[in-house]
């Protein structure tokens, strides 16, 4: 199997790419993600975003650093920016040295499961402590969401299937609402 062919899930092993492989072909992976995660989440715009975004940080990040923005954002590609981005400007105010804090999320997110969301606002917020993605970082993911690895790969195998497919499975482009 070429690795291009399964760029989503390409760190994977080979059995699970070829089992990813055989659903698509079959056309039974929109089918399995659809039947694991029946509805889309409720947060309908980046207010909405944000407080949900506050409420996970606050639970499990009271001491980290604040976030001054959270939204949709529909200019990121997840190929290129992976699903969401965490980034930080430092400006000088007075005699201090301000971080502002933002958390962007792709817009293809808006119409997908709260379990896809979660996986993707912990990621990001799990940024304000660990920069980078070793293993403090997943450890402090998990601690967020235990079944983080899960809906990560699950997110992997529907951006798989909406770019071999074109079909979304949430929302009002395909599948239930």
Not at 85 to 90: D, E, G, I, P, R
Request: with cysteine; aromatic share 8%.
């Amino acid at each position: 199997m070429t690795p291009d062919l399964l760029p989503y899930l390409r760190s994977y092993p080979l059995a699970l790419q070829e089992q990813a492989l055989a659903l698509l072909e079959q056309g039974q992976l929109g089918a399995l993600l659809r039947r694991k995660y029946p509805e889309p989440h409720a947060v309908r715009g980046d207010r909405g975003l944000y407080d949900y975004a506050q409420e996970l940080k606050n639970r499990y990040l009271r001491n980290a650093g604040t976030v001054n923005k959270v939204l949709f954002d529909s200019k990121i590609h997840v190929v290129r920016h992976a699903l969401g981005l965490h980034t930080a400007v430092s400006r000088v105010q007075g005699s201090r040295l301000v971080a502002k804090h933002e958390i962007r999320v792709a817009a293809l997110f808006k119409q997908a499961p709260v379990e896809f969301l979660q996986m993707i606002v912990v990621h990001e917020l799990a940024h304000l402590r660990e920069k980078d993605h070793g293993k403090a970082f997943y450890q402090l993911c998990t601690h967020m969401e235990p079944n983080y690895h899960q809906y990560e790969l699950d997110v992997r195998l529907y951006l798989t299937h909406l770019e071999r497919t074109g079909e979304r499975l949430w929302g009002t482009d395909g599948g239930s609402d």
